[in-house]
């Protein structure tokens, strides 16, 4: 009885024991279980960590790279903002240029116009006194026209000289001498004599029609000049010989025609020619 009461204490504690090992135990194993979950988290952790911060380097890379390429675009939009707004101010500078080009040729072009209204103002008026300067002859002898501006008096062989000869006849110097007269009282006026002849070749003095025009031309230069006192720097002669025939040459009346001295009368274009040449010039700048 005393042993059995011994013995109960002690089968007490064994039990106890044992049961408090086993509650270790388990603790033990779910400790360990824990660890190795807790171990595994940590290797899946650190792997997620090296993926993370690849993909932190990675994006940093690409950050940069679009930092970089951002900074490019900006320059480059930067250069085509000022180029454009260069452009743009060449481009106003130019219309402005432009604009003022148009109203200096639209002046110019007015000028001119009134320039050649008064040419042929001129011309008219210069036909008219010529007209009535050489009144008393008849169209046998001379006739008045007017071409490209200028005014042609066209005086035939049988007014100014005998046949085949260069020497100015009476009635021809009373001729010269009232179309001298009208030159004089108009200096603005260029004179041009061209002797022209038919085409039946020269017999005599002369070696041929050029010779025989030329000599024509000149006696009546020589007595406009020196017996009428007309400016010689005004005064040009020529020779057309039997090539620029106003009529057939084939009839005696043809031929007669074609035998003549014309006395070419253009007023002076020194104030047109000029206003020509600085058109020229500007519109070469």
């Given at each position: 009885?005393k042993v059995n009461k011994l ?160 020497v100015v006849n009476p009635k ?60 010689a720097a005004r005064v040009t ?49």
């Amino acid at each position: 009885m005393k042993v059995n009461k011994l013995l109960s204490p002690f089968l007490i504690f064994v039990v106890a024991l044992l049961f408090t090992s086993c509650v270790a135990k388990r603790h033990l194993l779910s400790a360990e279980e824990q660890i190795r979950r807790l171990q595994q988290d940590s290797t899946q952790l650190v792997s997620r960590i090296s993926n993370l911060e690849q993909g932190l380097s990675s994006l940093q890379g690409t950050y940069k790279e679009l930092q970089s390429n951002r900074e490019k675009l900006q320059q480059q939009l930067d250069a085509t903002r000022q180029e454009a707004t260069s452009r743009l101010q060449d481009a106003s500078t130019r219309l402005n240029m432009s604009q003022a080009q148009i109203a200096d040729q639209q002046k110019r072009l007015e000028q001119l116009q009134a320039l050649i209204d008064q040419q042929r103002k001129n011309t008219q008026e210069l036909r008219k006194k010529k007209n009535d300067a050489l009144e008393g002859f008849n169209s046998e002898e001379l006739t008045v026209s007017t071409k490209n501006g200028k005014v042609y008096v066209s005086l035939q062989e049988n007014l100014l000289f005998p046949s085949g000869s260069a020497v100015v006849n009476p009635k021809g110097k009373q001729a010269l001498g009232k179309l001298a007269e009208v030159l004089n009282i108009n200096p603005d006026i260029n004179v041009e004599i061209e002797g022209h002849t038919d085409s039946i070749p020269m017999k005599g003095k002369y070696a041929d029609n050029w010779e025989l025009s030329v000599a024509r031309s000149t006696a009546i230069v020589r007595i406009l000049t020196t017996t009428y006192n007309v400016d010689a720097a005004r005064v040009t002669a020529s020779g057309r010989s039997k090539y620029e025939p106003v009529d057939a040459n084939s009839t005696a009346a043809g031929r007669a025609r074609n035998r003549r001295t014309e006395i070419i009368l253009e007023p002076k274009l020194d104030q047109l020619m000029q206003l020509i040449q600085g058109e020229a010039g500007s519109g070469g700048q």
